[in-house]
């Protein structure tokens, strides 16, 4: 967890400070559950939660001698509480702490998440509808395709974040589950009675059936779902830093007062916040490949995942969270260029309205091998050459004789391309 890509909330949900009251939260919780079936008094119970505190200090203190951090939670949680810290972590397993522990901080992290993606979603609807018919040229494979709007090329993001509020609630419902069935999980020294308990005081669901550990598949999807929405947010940064080339430069990060842009060359304006994105997003990405290579464990567990689940599921909820608060900064502050989305788009001569000429030619009757001839000799003529493509055509009098001049004008309609975008945003919603 690096503080450069930490924010305030997420960052105090994952600190050392967080998970060892986490770990309090379900020891205290387990001796609830034993009262309330009677294993041990209610009044311990009382003076076991008055009495509960720790220090991060002591904690590491006592792990340097028995090199087992929970154990030293344990000793320090309990070293001052007198007779009645014997019932703290009875007959439980350090899983039944840390893993239900850790789906407290999942779940929450979850929450946090859908919040930022939630802020990120009516950012991207309000510029959508801001460029709902700011004209650009639409690519593939990098080159020339046909016109679409800038809006258009939002909306698709709107949906994309959509998808992935989804994929989040789903993850949140599959980590949010706890497991008290000790240390293979057979509940053979403690009672079936006491998860559920504790799962309930904590509204958790509790496991149906687990080894010492909650299964791996369920912190392989959350890790996974953050790299889904990493690998967006990615896709999303790259475009911005594409369109801000230059030789393009149709939409550009803001530029605020007094920001520079590099120590040699004081002209320089870069797409630094998405070049940040993509190369953070690409950490989230790696990380899930551990939460997926950590499914598989020894027997009923081993410990291969532990220290590798330290790193991934702290820093990949730190920069997803920092990824959506920072990508929600740049939609909100990006400046569009539409006169040179139009200029670009004139760059090619008018080319790109080849398919229409086609249509228009299959309409009067030409086969598709002549009419898409006619329209890619004189598209690419009017390309190297740097001539009009209306022109050629006016000049072709095998089209004047199929087209009349209005029709050949209709081919060239800009509104055409983007008649539907009306229809395409009411479908999306915005």
């Known amino acids: 967890?690096?503080?450069?890509?930490?924010?305030?909330?997420?960052?105090?949900?994952?600190?050392?400070?967080?998970?060892?009251?986490?770990?309090?939260?379900?020891?205290?919780?387990?001796?609830?559950?034993?009262?309330?079936?009677?294993?041990?008094?209610?009044?311990?119970?009382a003076r076991i939660k008055e009495k509960a505190a720790f220090t991060i200090e002591r904690i590491n203190e006592i792990e340097k001698e028995v090199d087992h951090d929970l154990i030293a939670f344990v000793k320090c949680v309990t070293e001052h509480m007198g007779d009645e810290g014997?019932?703290?972590?009875?007959?439980?397993?350090?899983?039944?702490?840390?893993?239900?522990?850790?789906?407290?901080?999942?779940?929450?992290?979850?929450?946090?998440?859908l919040q930022d993606l939630a802020a990120l979603e009516a950012a991207l609807v309000e510029r959508a509808r801001e460029h709902k018919h700011t004209l650009m040229m639409g690519r593939t494979h990098g080159v020339h395709a046909e016109p679409?709007?800038?809006?258009?090329?939002?909306?698709?993001?709107?949906?994309?974040?959509?998808?992935?509020?989804?994929?989040?609630?789903?993850?949140?419902?599959?980590?949010?589950?706890?497991?008290?069935?000790?240390?293979?999980?057979?509940?053979?020294?403690?009672?079936?009675?006491?998860?559920?308990?504790?799962?309930?005081?904590?509204?958790?669901?509790?496991?149906?059936?687990?080894?010492?550990i909650l299964q791996r598949d369920r912190h392989a999807q959350y890790l996974c779902t953050l790299a889904l929405i990493a690998g967006s947010l990615e896709k999303f940064s790259t475009e911005i830093r594409n369109l801000q080339r230059t030789d393009l430069l149709e939409?550009?990060?803001?530029?605020?007062?007094?920001?520079?842009?590099?120590?040699?060359?004081?002209?320089k304006r870069n797409p630094i916040k998405c070049e940040n994105i993509t190369g953070l997003a690409?950490?989230?990405?790696?990380?899930?490949?551990?939460?997926?290579?950590?499914?598989?464990?020894?027997?009923?567990?081993?410990?291969?995942?532990?220290?590798?689940?330290?790193?991934?599921?702290?820093?990949?909820?730190?920069?997803?969270?920092?990824?959506?608060h920072r990508f929600t900064t740049v939609v909100?502050?990006?400046?569009?260029?539409?006169?040179?989305?139009r200029e670009n788009m004139d760059r090619t001569r008018g080319v790109f309205f080849s398919q229409q000429v086609m249509l228009a030619l299959l309409d009067k009757g030409w086969s598709r091998e002549r009419a898409y001839t006619k329209a890619q000799t004189h598209?690419?003529?009017a390309w190297e050459e740097k001539l009009t493509f209306r022109d050629l055509l006016d000049a072709d009098p095998e089209v004047t004789e199929a087209l009349t001049p209005a029709e050949v004008a209709a081919c060239f309609d800009f509104s055409y391309h983007v008649r539907h975008v009306d229809h395409i945003f009411t479908q999306v919603g915005i």
């Open 1 to 45: 967890m690096i503080p450069r890509y930490t924010m305030p909330e997420m960052g105090a949900l994952w600190n050392e400070e967080a998970k060892f009251q986490r770990w309090l939260d379900v020891e205290i919780a387990v001796c609830e559950a034993l009262a309330e079936i009677g294993e041990i008094p209610a009044a311990a119970v």
């Open 86 to 113: 014997k019932y703290v972590h009875m007959g439980v397993t350090s899983y039944d702490i840390e893993d239900t522990a850790l789906a407290l901080r999942l779940r929450r992290s979850c929450d946090l998440i």
């Open 148 to 212: 679409i709007t800038f809006g258009l090329k939002l909306a698709v993001w709107v949906e994309e974040v959509r998808r992935h509020q989804t994929r989040v609630q789903q993850t949140r419902e599959m980590v949010s589950a706890g497991k008290v069935s000790g240390a293979v999980g057979t509940f053979a020294n403690i009672d079936p009675r006491v998860q559920e308990s504790v799962c309930r005081s904590l509204e958790l669901e509790s496991a149906k059936v687990s080894t010492q």
């Open 251 to 267: 939409v550009e990060e803001s530029f605020k007062k007094g920001q520079r842009g590099s120590s040699a060359m004081p002209h």
């Open 282 to 324: 690409r950490v989230v990405r790696a990380n899930a490949i551990v939460g997926l290579e950590n499914i598989t464990t020894w027997h009923e567990r081993d410990l291969s995942n532990s220290g590798a689940e330290r790193v991934t599921l702290v820093d990949s909820s730190v920069l997803t969270d920092y990824l959506l």
């Open 332 to 341: 909100k502050g990006m400046v569009v260029y539409p006169d040179n989305m």
């Open 379 to 381: 598209a690419l003529k």
